[in-house]
């Protein structure tokens, strides 16, 4: 592939970005979805060569992304209202979880969270029922992080394929 080509660059450049979006999902500072899916819109729309196959490959991206984002909010939402988590809990566990990002590199976010759900569920139940509470919130973050990252392997893997039939 010649770099000077604005194709073979712009699909190098979308791949890097594609990469990066996966791996964002695993790193919550970085929006791994929408990563994923502006590669393979940048990759359809200045790519060159055939349009019709990339226009195709850019509205299953879209639609497989926006599918992804409602379901990641909707499915563990319902999970956690079914097990009686507030919302407020989940709040508090997401901000102790990015002062912990902050405090204790790699793992303070997660402990952050756990922390803070911990301690809103033990103030409102008690000793005895806070544990339980509070993991099912990690349950419902795990199946959240889940949809997203299928969302966001979809779509590289549909960009794979539109690489090679487009």
């Given at each position: ?70 379901t990641k909010f909707v499915w563990p939402g ?27 590199p790699v793992i303070g976010l997660v402990l ?55």
């Amino acid at each position: 592939m010649d770099l000077s080509d604005t194709g073979g660059a712009v699909t190098i450049i979308s791949g890097l970005v594609i990469l990066t979006g996966v791996l964002g999902v695993l790193v919550p500072v970085l929006p791994g979805l929408l990563l994923t899916w502006s590669g393979v819109l940048l990759w359809s729309l200045l790519g060159g060569g055939s349009g019709g196959a990339r226009l195709l490959v850019a509205v299953l991206a879209t639609l497989i992304a926006g599918l992804g984002l409602v379901t990641k909010f909707v499915w563990p939402g319902k999970k956690l209202k079914d097990t009686g988590v507030p919302a407020s809990a989940v709040a508090v566990g997401g901000v102790l979880g990015l002062i912990g990002f902050f405090a204790v590199p790699v793992i303070g976010l997660v402990l952050g969270f756990i922390l803070g759900v911990w301690l809103m569920e033990l103030r409102r139940l008690g000793s005895e029922r806070a544990w339980p509470s509070t993991r099912s919130a990690i349950a419902a973050v795990g199946l959240s992080l889940l949809v997203e990252l299928a969302a966001a392997l979809l779509i590289a893997v549909l960009w794979l394929f539109g690489l090679a039939f487009a």
